[in-house]
């Protein structure tokens, strides 16, 4: 019987989220299993009410460290976990009361590295980015991994996979300070040394719908904080096309996509952020690690993936590359372009 370690990081969380998160994990009818909660600094006593949990049963571990952010304390969790299968869950989220024997067995009738499931928000019951494949459930192999991670949102996720022991201890995620993307980036040191992984339709994980998240942030800092990271986190995923098995044609394509992924979030930042200056823009895009993806990628790539998009979203992307690429073109003008791109509804 595989013991499951779920790994929780926290960080002043609502106290009324992080005990609905609790409950969920003590409701699972499969029992073998300890529940890591890492306190990432928090001030607002949520972790009172986890060394409550913490007294009445010993599966629910508390660990404090100070505050270095969500991918520092999952790693902490990893160090610390005495199981034979990993899985990650946010702690204002819920899993549903069989993921835990959904999940060991799937590990017990095949050979892979990890197992992906679905989940859905809540209270909206809206599938959060859907994995669909013929069948019940499906093995894909690296390449189709790496396809995945590379062009699609389908892997980015830490929560919705679950994953052996082997694969995740003693690496080292180098994206201490990320608040933002900082899954996906796990997910691309993770996923390295994947070679299957087992996808199954199940709803296993519920997803809250929290407008006070990073995501879903309308505060101009932690927008443009949010690209930043979002680059940094894209060049990280060039190094890793680049040395992947895909064919030259679908490298290409994904390096686009990282572009593309980019726009999504100025697109964030024009469409909820207060007004943005020429100066906050320009810092974005003159910054080491937006220099480095450039310097990373070509035109050409980036033309292959605008092949591949809908003429709407072609056309935003195109001012971005044109940005990028152009250095005769009047910024100022090109800045209220974007204005006009992002900022009426767009997206």
């Known amino acids: 019987m595989k013991k499951i370690s779920i790994i929780i990081p926290f960080c002043n969380t609502n106290k009324t989220y992080i005990s609905e998160c609790a409950d969920s994990i003590l409701m699972q009818a499969y029992d ?3 529940a890591i909660f890492v306190n990432d600094g928090s ?3 949520c972790d009172d009410i986890l060394k409550e949990y913490a007294k009445k049963d010993n599966r629910i571990i508390l660990i404090n460290t100070a505050h270095e952010g969500a991918a520092r ?8 976990s005495t199981g034979d299968l990993i899985m990650f869950l946010d702690s204002d989220d819920k899993i549903r009361s069989d993921a835990f024997e959904k999940i060991a067995g799937s590990f017990d009738n095949v050979e892979v590295d990890a197992v992906r499931f679905n989940g859905v928000t809540f209270p909206s019951g809206k599938i959060k980015n859907e994995i669909v494949f013929d ?4 093995i894909i192999d690296k390449e189709e991994i790496e396809r995945l991670l590379c062009t699609t949102d389908n892997l980015s996720s830490l929560c919705f996979q679950a994953y052996r022991s082997k ?20 997910n691309l040191v993770i996923h390295k040394k994947t070679e299957h992984i087992l996808l199954i339709k199940d709803i296993l994980y519920e997803y809250r719908d929290n407008d006070a998240s990073t995501t879903k942030t309308s505060d101009k ?25 895909l064919t030259e044609h679908e490298k290409n394509t994904a390096i686009g996509f990282q572009f593309e992924r980019i726009r999504g979030d100025i697109a964030k930042l024009f469409r909820n952020g207060k007004m943005v200056t020429y100066a906050e823009i320009e810092s974005v895009f003159k910054s080491t690690e937006f220099s480095s993806l450039v310097n990373n ?8 993936y605008l092949s591949t998009i809908t003429f709407r979203k072609k056309l935003k992307t195109k001012a971005i590359l044109n940005w990028i ?8 003008i090109m800045l209220g372009r974007m204005y006009e791109m992002f900022g009426r509804g767009g997206k």
Do not use: M, P
């Open 32 to 34: 073998n299993f300890e």
């Open 43 to 45: 001030v607002n006593g």
């Open 73 to 80: 304390a999952r790693q902490i969790g990893i160090e610390n």
């Open 135 to 138: 069948g019940k459930k499906q």
């Open 167 to 186: 694969q995740l201890k003693n690496l080292k995620f180098a994206h201490r300070q990320r608040s933002y993307c900082e899954d996906y980036a796990a």
């Open 221 to 245: 800092s932690v927008l443009l904080k949010n690209i930043k990271d979002r680059i940094a986190t894209c060049t990280e995923t060039v190094d890793y096309i680049k040395n992947s098995t």
């Open 297 to 304: 990628s070509s035109k050409k790539q980036i033309s292959e």
């Open 325 to 332: 690429y152009d250095s005769k073109i009047n910024r100022i």
